[in-house]
C-alpha cells in the first residue's frame, strides 16, 4: 500500500480570496483525483511485480509548514505517480525517482544546508509550494504581472490555483493573494493556462482553459474586479463561462491554452484568438493551432481550415503567436499588422518531450494562414526557444519600453521527495527579451532584460589568457560564485581550424561525451558552480567541426553529467549548433543563481538552461577555464564576472497599497 505525507490545504483567509465552501468541494474533487492515481499505482505497481520488475515502493517526504499552511490536512501520494496527463494537462513528474528505480538507486542524503542554497537569489519562485506555467503576462498601469500555475498546499503538482506577483522592474516582486481558484463546474478540474490582453481602449480581459467536472477542456473569461486597482487584486468569472467548448473533431482533453487576443487587420472590432490542439486522425499525430474570432469575447467563431499544423509533433499546448520587425531593433505589439518588414512567429510546447519550438514565418490573415520561412525548421520539428530546462513559455509586449518579454517555466530535475523535504519546486527562468536576428534572418535573439544588468555588484575582469590543450585554468574570485553574472569572449587558433580536415562532423551535444570527451577543436569553454578539485562541475562550452569543404560549425552545450555527486537527479548534455558569422568572436554570457545556470551564445542566438544540485561546491563555488582540444589552443580575449545581489520578493499587506 502505498505510503503518504501530510500536506496543509489552501488557507481560507483572505489572502486566498476563497471561501471555506469553496476549499471544501475543491478537497473533495482532489480526493477523486488522488483515488485514481492510487488506483493507477496500485496497478503498475502489480504489473511490475507480476513481471520481476524491480521494488517501486513510493519515495516519502513531509512539507515544513508556514504560516500560510494551516488547517486540516489531506494526503499526496509521493512517488513515481504521473502528474498532470490523467487530467489532459502535461507531464510534471520530473522523472528522476523512476528513472534511479530503473539503476536500483536511493535517494541522497541531502543536508539542510544544501537543500537551503538550492533556494535562488535573483530569479522569480513563490516563497514555497509548487510553481509551473506563466500566466498573462502583462504590463497594466505602471505594473509588470506575472501569474503562474501554484499549488499553495505543497511541492508537488496538484490542486492548482493562479498564483500572482507584481514588479516594477521585472526583479524585484511583490507576492499578491492567489487571484484564481477551481471553483466553478466549469474549472473545478484545473484553472489551467491562459493569456492577458489588453483592449485598445486599455481595459484587461483574460482568457484561460478550464477543465471541467468531466475534465472537458474549455476556454473561459475573466475580468479585473476593479480594472482601477494597479495591483488586480481581485477578479470576476464571467457568468457566460465557459465561452468557448472544443469543435466537434476535437478530444475533450486536446483544447487548451488561449493566446493573447490580436486584432482582425480587416476589421479592428473583431479580435482573433489562437487555441493549442492535436489531431490524430489517420495516424497524422499533428500539433494544430485553431484560430476564433470574436467582438467581445463571449461567442466566438472558428475561422476555416487552420492557422497551422505539423505532421508528428503531437499536442501543442501554450501556443504564443507574434510578430517581429526583420529590422531587429525593437518589440511590436501583438496586433501589428503582417507587412513586408515584419513576420511572426509561432511558438508550441510539445507535449510529447516537453519542448519549446518556434519557427518564423508569414502570416495572412485573410487567409487565415501563416507559413513558415523554411519548412524544414518548422515548429516542433526545427528551432527552440531554450535547448536546456524550459518550457510553457509566454510573452508579452512592453509597451512602456518597446520590447517583447518572455516568461518561462524552469522546473526541477530532482526527486519529489527532494521538493518535498525542501518545500518548494520550480522557477521561472529570467525574463528574456526578444528580437529578430537581423544579421542571420534565420533565428530569434534571446537575452536578459536590462534590469538584470543594475543587479550587478563587485566586478572581476580577466583578459588575453591563452589556455593550451588540455589545460584548466583558475578565475580567482574571492567571492563564493554562487550568484554571478558572466560575459565572455573567445578567439581559436585559426591555424588549427585551417588544418582540420573532416573534424567531428557528426558532433552532437546530447550524444557527446559532453566537456570530458576530446576531439581536435573543442570542448572549451567555463565551468562554474565547480569545488577546488573539479569533482563537481557545470560545464558551457564550444565544440568546431569542420566538414570536408572547410566549413566550420560551431556547437553550443551545457553538461550537467558532473555538476553533482547525487544520483537521483536527470543529468544530461544538452545543447545545438550555434550561427556564428565571419569575424565574429565566440561570445557567451552566463547566469548563475545557485541551482540555476542559464547560458546565451553569440548575443543570444542560442540559449540553454540546466537546474543543478551540487553537494560540495554549493558552500565554494568556483569558476574555470578549460579547454579539451586536442588540437587548438584558445584565448579568452575577455572575461568579466560580477557578483549579483540578491532580490527581495515581499507578501502583499493591503494597508500598505490603497489606490484612489
Known sequence: MAETAAYAPLPTTSAASVSAANTAIRLRVLGLILLAFSAILIIGIAAIRINGGDDVSPEIGQVPNGPELEGEAYTIVLGPASRGPVLGVSEKNSGAAAALRGVGRGSYPWTNDMLQWQRTGFHFQPLRNWMNDPNGPVLYKGWYHLFYQYNGGGAVWGNITWGHAVSRDLTHWLHLPVAMVPDHWY????????????????????LYTGSTNTTTQVQCLVVPTNPADPLLIHWHKHEANPVLTPPPSVLPHDFRDPTTAWTDPSDPSTFLVAIGSKDDSSNRHAGVAYVYATRDFLSYKLLPDVLHRVEGTGMWECIDFFPVSVDGQAG???????????????????????????????????????????AEKDVGIGLRYDWGKFYAAKTFYDHHKRRRVLWGWVGETDSEQTDVSKGWASIMSIPRTILFDSKTGSNLLFWPVEEVNFLRAKSYEFSSIDFLPGSVVPLNMPANAAQIDIEAEFEVEKMAITMAVEADVGYNCSTSNGASGRGLLGPFGLLVLADKDLGEQTATYFYLSVSVDGTTQTHFCQDETRSSRASDIVKRVVGYTVPVLHGEMLTVRILVDHSIVESFAQGGRSAITSRVYPTKAFHSAKVFLFNNATAASVTAKSIKIWEMESTFKQNYEEHAYQFS
Open 332 to 374: 511590436l505589439d501583438t496586433s501589428e499588422k503582417a507587412g513586408e518588414r515584419i513576420k511572426h512567429i509561432l511558438k508550441a510546447s510539445l507535449d510529447d518531450d516537453r519542448h519549446d519550438y518556434y519557427a518564423i514565418g508569414r502570416y495572412d490573415a485573410n487567409e487565415n494562414k501563416w507559413v513558415p520561412d523554411d
Open 187 to 206: 474549472d473545478i478540474n484545473g484553472v489551467w493556462t491562459g493569456s492577458a490582453t489588453v483592449l485598445p481602449n486599455g481595459n484587461l480581459i483574460m
